[in-house]
């Protein structure tokens, strides 16, 4: 076997990494969208998708080839650049803030350490905020391109609701960050070893899990595209390519924080690990995928059984209960940590 | 690393340029969302993640939505010429070159080419920024937060006041 250098050996990884991730996140975020269907429909009495291969199972190709052969209609008087933009930004975006998670332990290939990450930051979580802080660009920006009227209230209502509810996605994970002592999403998840941080934050969790739903505009805080309201809102005026584009966003943001649910708060890849190598190697990656899934059908089952909020209530919601309870959440866990250490 | 700082630094110079020149609002808030965003790739270079994040995530994240939300609540449209006075027209462009040039006069008096060194690689990471914010700089932070508040209820009066 030629033996690489270690540069050559790290872009070869750093390349192979980076196809099998996204195909596999694109394949998690199409079947996202099945087990969705799927889910909300039984909660509804219903079958759900089930002509297309077994149980459905082929649906999301079936979606994805019918939305690739629509007419893409742009409206007359949209603002062509923004409105060109929008999509690709939601949608690079959402997909961006994959590169960081780490799915799963190191294995050894030819005497070198690889890590199931793409690139290990030692901000990683500052990373992953920053990233999709800039997401709401995307729907902002679709809304206001649109140049009419439903998609405007659309893209209003997501800035104030992303801004709102972006403090205490933020708030709520402080206390894992004072326990852990790091911002690497690989040293939170190590320093979990002996015990799960949703039994040391419990509330820090609560708080994180009801702003992500917030943030990824999901029922029942899915206002900016609410069509009893708004038509579909922000999305109102896209069609074809560009309507998946966001459509597909929208699901690798949900499959984004609940990864990092996962990292943050359920000990990510940790589980039980036994057998012979090549067990060993994988249950790790088992168990990430599995706690990753459990949030998303959490998420499916809250859709299908929450009604909508209503737009004040949002608002008080965000900010006169979760902020103020992320925050002493924060004062707490200082005042515990600091009477420990002295 | 010096090839990624001037592409940076110039992507930076360019959109500062759009954000004053663009004539819809909205290009101008975007304009300035990239000059943001080049700033925190600049403090990557420098090695500091942690401001580079801060950045992106307190500036472009949410300082800026904030701008984008007014400007959309507005509808501001196009923004024409308007009426100049003719002392702006003939003396702003000399003047804009003049001032231009005693920055520039400035900047090399104080810094002659070959007389710059690098300075001392420091930990900028977020405990060293923690411990410094909180040692040595506490007093000038406590006061800032407390003009924040101050700020926050003037607002609240003033808009109370239209209710």
Redesign the interface.
Known sequence: MATFSDTTFFLIAAVVKVVVVLIALLTVVAYAVWLERKVVARIQSRWGPHRVGPHGLLQPLADGLKIFLKEDIVPHDVDRFVYWLAPFLAFTLAFFSIAVIPFGESITIGGREVFFQIADLPIGLLFIFAVTSLGVYGIALAGWASNSKYPLFGGLRSSAQMISYELSLGLGVVGVLMICGTLSLRGIVEAQRGLWNILLQPVGFLVYFMSAIAETNRLPFDLPEGETELVGGFHTEYSSLKFAMFFMAEYANIVTVSCLATLLFFGGWLGPVFGPPVLRAVLPLFWFALKVLTFLFVYIWIRGTLPRFRYDQLMAFGWKFLLPVALLNILATSFILAWRSS | MTVLFYIFAALAVIAALSVVLQR?P??SA?SL?VVLCALAVVYLLLGA??MA??Q??VY???IM??F??VI??L?AGREGPIERSRLAHWLGVPLLVVFLIEVLAVVWQQFPSGSTSYAPPMDA??AAIGTLLFRNYVLPFEVTSVLILVAVLGAVVLAKKQL
């Open positions: 819809t909205v290009y975007l969302i993640e942690f994040a801060i992106v995530i472009a994240g949410a939505v904030l984008v939300l959309m609540l509808n990471g977020p």
